[in-house]
């Protein structure tokens, strides 16, 4: 009986080709869905935009619990996109590197205030950006299909559910604040005392002085 023996020729294609197979299914492995990698996307965009907003108030802001504020979301959302940055790398994910232009406008609508007109107009963005990041992470920490996505969404919903409390009630004391000017300046302006006419003073009448009669006429 006749041995068969393995060229080395093809051999080396065999090695290859085992290869080839094997970064075909490792690649296969980390390729996350359609879905995920969009939640990565917006989660990397929303975060640079965070640190940017972060920052502008830490120029702009006159309030030193604003200015807290914006630093902890400075260094909680470059840390957290630190992660997700190194996390898209493994899963070949595209991160963009630009804010969307809706942010772009956000910010340049806030670098014309200053003093408690930019505070309050921050806090409201940051209220409103904050429930958005919310709603998208809750999502994908429950239905997110990549075991590693889903684990850094669930992992930072509680940093940014501390970011919107804190900013929900940083932009009450402002609410509080106006509505109560407005009831100040309202209850002014129905006081009776300060609706009453001003009184103009009016020269004394001169006193009419009847005619003098000469003195024998009839």
């Given at each position: ?81 630190d992660q997700l940055k190194a ?72 940093t940014l559910n501390d970011h ?55």
């Open positions: 009986m006749r041995k068969r023996h393995v060229t080395p020729r093809i051999a080396t294609g065999l090695v290859l080709g085992v290869v080839m197979l094997t970064a075909v299914h490792a690649a296969a492995a980390v390729a996350p869905s359609k879905a995920d990698a969009t939640f990565m996307q917006d989660a990397s965009a929303a975060g640079m935009a965070e640190v940017d907003m972060g920052q502008l108030a830490l120029k702009q802001s006159s309030d030193a619990k604003v200015k807290a504020l914006a630093q902890r979301l400075v260094d909680d959302h470059a840390k957290a996109d996390l898209a790398a493994s899963k070949q994910v595209t991160l963009s590197t630009t804010s969307s232009s809706d942010v772009q406008k956000e910010e340049k609508d806030l670098q014309a205030k200053s003093g408690s007109a930019f505070d309050q107009a921050w806090l409201k963005d940051m209220v409103k950006d904050h429930q958005k990041a919310l709603k998208a992470f809750n999502q994908e920490g429950k239905k997110g299909t990549d075991a590693d996505v889903r684990q850094f969404a669930q992992a930072t919903l509680p919107l409390k804190t900013a929900k009630d940083l932009a009450a004391v402002y609410d509080a604040r106006d509505k109560s000017m407005d009831q100040t300046t309202k209850s002014f302006s129905n006081d009776p005392m300060n609706n009453n006419p001003a009184i103009t003073p009016t020269a004394p009448a001169t006193p009419v002085v009847a005619p003098a009669t000469k003195s024998g006429q009839h």
